[in-house]
């Protein structure tokens, strides 16, 4: 009897994986197609031309003394005014620390009642399609807007027409072997094409030859190679030395004020602060959508190098305004950058103290408040995040949970409407069922 009830035990989990491979398998494969549908580029129509206003600030704000340190033509007490910026567009890249930047830009156009371009019913301008105006939401020909934020594949002609023309352009890049390694594990799943790479380590076999298995046709393959290059509107399939890829990059040049990098993210923000003329008080952060240690494949340097040559248009790209980057920070000065930095982490870790439970990030499952949950990448919960502290007092309250909020939750606070995005979510956490 015992040995029948283990059998019947056995045909039961039996059928029940099969039923659950089945329901996953018309799932994924159904929400597959409905979700490259939603992504295509819509139809659009010829939109009137009309002047965007010089800006749509509610109240211009006020000029603050800005210290002038070249003392060497001014004497050391000279001061100057500038008067903070309140247009940016920033073209928020893939897995380069953008959505800590998002959080940034949120607060801050919250703080001035700023005017927000936002997409309409998920949280990216229907990406990989080329940005268009009529993606906006509620967007009539002629309104104005100050901030547009959210991931796009750029396209210089459509954002003008939506921004004042003095707004200021910023980016941020990532070292694009380190990325490659990022995107490979966070969109992995989604790209058909690596559903056929064998073995564990799919990474590393793709980069063993990756013109073997790459497909430049193939759905999102656009995620695994060249993403920065793609980002920008560029064609990521080109070869190194096609004269298109030098025009790219000069174009990228002369659009972007501030080409930010992730891996001096702290010496970025100062120079925003000073391109920008905010305040140190604007850019407190948190690291958002960190991933846990233990799903980082720590790359060789033979993989690195491997990851560097599939990649070689970001490479050169990064290289570029690497260049410039240092460019700033010289002209910024050395001391007085390392100065502000110092005293951007000693804010950051005040804020860390009054506001996050234990003082650090915590894995998905150990995060209290459903509502604080970040979003996680297709099949697994490897982006940590926080949990905030029951006693914060009140001055603190509200910046502390702002701070803390994740993207799309930070979005639907400011009057997003996700249902794709939370559509998709829906179906994500039946698949991780």
């Known amino acids: 009897m015992c040995l029948f009830g283990t059998m019947g035990g056995q045909q039961r989990r039996q059928w029940r994986s099969m039923y659950k491979g089945l329901v ?12 490259y549908c939603l992504s295509a580029p819509e139809t ?41 910026k309140v247009d940016v567009m920033f073209m928020k890249t893939h897995k380069t620390a953008s959505s800590t930047l998002l959080n940034i830009l949120f607060r801050f156009g919250e703080k001035h009642r700023l005017k927000f371009a936002f997409p309409t019913s998920r949280n990216d301008f229907f990406y990989p399609s080329p940005f268009q105006r009529s993606q906006v939401k509620d967007y009539k020909p002629g309104m104005c807007f100050n901030i547009i934020c959210n991931h796009m594949r750029f396209n210089a002609l459509e954002v003008a027409k939506v921004l004042p023309i003095d ?17 490979f594990h966070y969109f992995g799943r989604q790209v058909p094409l690596t559903w056929k790479i064998p073995g564990v380590d799919k990474l590393t ?18 995620y695994l190679k060249n993403l920065l290059f793609f980002d920008f509107g ?37 120079l925003l602060k000073d391109a920008l003329c905010w305040k140190m008080d604007d850019l407190l952060f948190f690291k958002l ?65 009054i506001c996050i439970e234990g003082g650090h990030a915590v894995e998905a499952g150990n995060i209290q408040d459903t509502a604080m949950q970040p979003w996680q990448p297709l099949g697994e919960k490897s982006i940590m995040g926080y949990n905030l502290k029951k006693n914060v007092d009140k001055t603190h309250r509200k910046l502390c949970h702002k701070m ?11 009057g997003v409407n996700l249902w794709i995005t939370n559509l998709w979510g829906h179906v994500r956490d039946i698949i991780n069922w």
């Open 24 to 35: 996953l398998g018309t799932l994924v494969t159904s929400c597959m197609i409905l979700m």
């Open 44 to 84: 659009h129509f010829d939109l009137p031309e009309i002047p965007v206003p010089y800006s749509c600030a509610h109240h211009p704000s006020q000029p603050r003394v800005l210290p002038i340190t070249n003392s060497s033509h001014h004497a050391k007490d000279q001061a100057a005014l500038c008067r903070p």
């Open 167 to 183: 707004t200021s352009y910023i980016t941020i890049l990532r070292d694009p072997a380190e990325l490659f390694e990022s995107s």
């Open 205 to 222: 076999e793709f980069l063993r030859d990756p013109h073997y298995y790459f497909d430049p046709e193939g759905l999102y393959s656009f």
């Open 234 to 270: 560029q064609d990521n399939t080109l070869e190194l030395s096609d004269p298109r890829v030098k025009e790219g990059i000069r174009s990228i040049t002369e659009r972007f004020q501030l080409v930010m990098l992730v891996e001096y993210f702290e010496e970025s923000l100062i």
């Open 289 to 353: 959508n960190a991933r846990k240690v233990s799903t980082v494949s720590k790359l060789t340097p033979e993989l690195r190098a491997k990851a560097l040559e599939w990649n070689s248009i970001d490479w050169e790209l990064y290289q570029h305004f690497n260049i410039s980057f240092w460019r700033k920070v010289e002209a910024y000065g050395r001391q007085r950058m390392e100065n502000d930095v110092a005293e951007l982490r000693r804010r950051n870790s005040e804020m860390s103290a």
């Open 404 to 414: 803390l909020t994740p993207e799309l939750q930070y979005l639907t606070e400011l």
